[in-house]
């Protein structure tokens, strides 16, 4: 006798299906009917229940994709590269602390575009229109030097080993601790992109000008919750705000702080053209250490953005809100659960994509 098509779907998404020889699943008729059992067909439909099957199969595969990032992925082919990193970044921040916040923004503006892929990190040419002058990005983004600088590091050790969209995930994390915030495991094994979309990030990064239900909604599209998006809102406790995103929230909105707007506006004319540029504190007090702050301000009508002051304003992320002003170590572990879902947003994995030699240009 054949020995039956077996097919058996382990832990962690890999599919393991074993079979007697391919002649079974093909020709003889115990394993025909078997397969028709498991795909609830009867034996004179055995066509169409091999094409559910193979459905079956492609689904399970789809969804498997992401299930290849590991924390280990690295682990032999290049053990040395996630401490280069750590390292590469302690000393960028250490330099500069406000260049942990730059490039903990670099990952989320990467991942909400086609996925965590590096796509953000190509620059313009002739024939590829970049990422970097889309609206939330242009005049914006900064730290790629480093995020070079911590590639070519990584390239030394282990030459086309180690994606650039893995060393924006890593630096991101490193960034994070290195300001006093939570450490997690981040999860590796992405390939690069050889392309990158204008249009995705004008349209997939919510503007500061939005309201809850747009915040939720473009979060949503990522496959994140709303939770996820007021945990992972928190990074809002470092780095800075260039006038132009504040101006309309500091004048017109009338949820926010008295002395507040009125010390902004000393440092952001009214007037638009002027001072588009000038800078100030997403946490106005520690906006280089990451803990909850942010939510903190919040509450005391000291949002800078007006997407900021969104979370608490009456609506139903208030409780949210005042549950991470009460405890920081709830705010860590959300963010830290947020941090690793926007991490699993679509990867290139398998043979998908590659493993750029420079972060700025497909090879
Ligand atoms: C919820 C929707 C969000 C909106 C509307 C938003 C918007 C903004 C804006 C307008 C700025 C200032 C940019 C400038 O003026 O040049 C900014 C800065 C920043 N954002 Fe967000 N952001 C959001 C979510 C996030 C998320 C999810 C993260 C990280 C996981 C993040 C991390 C940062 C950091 C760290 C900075 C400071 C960057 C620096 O100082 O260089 N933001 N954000
Ligand atoms: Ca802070």
């Not at 900064?142 to 080993?161: H, S």
């Amino acid at each position: 006798m054949y020995a039956p098509a077996k097919l058996a779907v382990a832990q962690g998404n890999t599919l393991t299906l074993s079979l007697g020889s391919s002649r079974d699943i093909f020709f003889h008729p115990q394993t025909h009917s078997s397969i028709s059992a498991m795909a609830g067909a009867s034996a004179s439909e055995n066509g169409s229940a091999l094409c559910v099957l193979m459905l079956v199969i492609m689904v399970l595969c789809a969804g498997g994709a992401s299930a290849q990032l590991s924390t280990g992925f690295y682990s032999s082919s290049c053990p040395g590269a996630l401490g280069a990193v750590k390292s590469a970044v302690q000393s960028a921040v250490a330099k500069e602390p406000r260049m942990g916040a730059s490039i903990l923004r670099l990952f989320f503006h990467d991942c909400f575009v086609q996925g965590c892929d590096g796509s953000l990190l190509l620059d313009d040419t002739s024939s590829l229109q970049g990422e970097k002058t889309a609206k939330p990005n242009n005049g914006s983004v900064r730290g790629f030097e480093v995020i070079d600088a911590v590639k070519a590091v990584v390239e030394k050790l282990c030459p086309g080993v180690v994606s650039c969209a893995d060393v924006l995930a890593v630096a991101a994390r490193d960034s994070v601790v290195a300001l006093g915030g939570p450490s997690w495991g981040v999860k590796v094994g992405r390939r690069d992109s050889t392309t990158a979309s204008f249009s995705g990030a004008n349209n997939n990064i919510p503007p500061p000008t939005s309201g809850l239900a747009n915040l939720t909604a473009l979060f949503a599209a990522q496959g994140l919750s709303q939770k996820d998006m007021v945990a992972l809102s928190g990074s809002h406790t470092i780095g800075q705000a260039r006038c132009t995103n504040f101006r309309a929230h500091i004048y017109n909105d009338t949820n926010i702080d008295k002395g507040f707007s009125t010390t902004l506006q000393a440092g952001c004319p009214l007037t638009s053209g002027s001072g588009d540029n000038n800078l100030a504190p997403l946490d106005l007090q520690t906006p280089t250490t990451f803990e909850n702050n942010y939510y903190k301000n919040l509450i005391g009508k000291k949002g800078l953005l007006h997407s900021d002051q969104e979370l608490f304003n009456g609506g139903a992320t208030d409780p949210q809100v005042q549950s991470y002003v009460r405890s920081q170590s709830t705010f860590f572990a959300d963010f830290v659960a947020g941090m690793i879902k926007m991490g699993d947003i679509s990867p290139l994995t398998g043979n998908n994509g590659e493993i750029r030699k420079n972060c700025r240009k497909t090879n």
